[in-house]
């Protein structure tokens, strides 16, 4: 158990509405990041961050937005949410070693109707 | 950059025969290879990984996989399936070197033990 908490576990919403997803961490790994998960295209990284305020883009990040102003939080918003939004969305986190494992959170179910 | 492609979508299996989930992958570094494993409804968990040390590398629950540079692969296998490796399987990559990257996925296999 790596101590990380996603909230909400499942949400659902309406297209144009405003969505943040909160991703919380225990072990003050400095490590985090956002994937989605779709059937037929596995995890796709959506945004990364390397230290408080320190943040980048990933694969998919177009509608998204990512913030990190404490060490333990990660917060993930879509600032209008539209139905391509809907998908199960991960967080993870990874120790400051390079070859290490990034564990993973138990997910967040996002519904855009 | 950096991809990975697993083979079979879904693979079938018996009760007791051996599991052999492929996964290849493309890197312009030399990579690090993880295998994960989502049962129904929960997050991923680590199966194994690979980090340049042993080619052969032993994981939980009886899984193992081995690194062939000259193939591109990393395969993952069980010599005996049981019924509780019915699951979504994950073949990811990560650049090595350092840095924040994080995993390239494939799209993932699930398999199927047949009684």
């Known amino acids: 158990d790596a101590g990380i908490t996603q909230s909400p576990r499942h949400k659902v919403t309406e297209t144009g509405t405003p969505v943040t997803l909160r991703c919380h961490q225990t072990?003050?790994?400095?490590?985090m990041y956002w994937y989605r998960q779709d059937p037929g295209h596995g995890l796709r990284l959506i945004h990364y961050?390397?230290?408080?305020?320190?943040?980048d883009k990933g694969e998919v990040s177009d509608g998204y937005s990512v913030s990190r102003s404490k060490t333990e939080d990660f917060l993930l918003t879509l600032e209008s949410a539209t139905s391509s939004q809907t998908s199960v969305y991960f967080c993870?986190?990874?120790?400051?070693?390079?070859?290490?494992?990034?564990?993973f959170g138990p997910g967040t179910r996002l519904t855009v109707l | 950059a950096q991809s990975v492609t697993q083979l079979g979508s879904h693979v079938s299996v018996s009760e007791g025969a051996l599991v052999l989930l492929r996964c290849n992958y493309s890197?312009?570094?030399?990579?690090?290879l993880f295998w994960y494993v989502q049962y129904p409804n929960q997050g991923l968990q680590l199966l194994l990984k690979?980090?340049?040390?042993?080619?052969l590398v032993k994981g939980i629950n009886g899984f193992e996989a081995e690194f062939k540079k000259s193939e591109t692969s990393f395969h993952l296998t069980k010599p005996s399936a049981h019924m509780s490796d019915a699951a979504e399987y994950f073949c990811?990559?990560?650049?090595?070197?350092?840095?924040?990257?994080?995993?390239?996925f494939g799209k993932g296999t699930h398999l199927i033990i047949q009684p």
């Open positions: 961050s390397y230290g408080v305020k320190d943040t």
């Open positions: 890197s312009s570094v030399p990579p690090y």
């Open positions: 990811a990559v990560q650049r090595s070197g350092g840095g924040a990257d994080g995993l390239t």
């Open positions: 993870a986190i990874r120790r400051d070693s390079s070859s290490d494992t990034q564990y």
């Open positions: 690979y980090t340049s040390a042993a080619t």
């Open positions: 072990e003050n790994h400095r490590y």
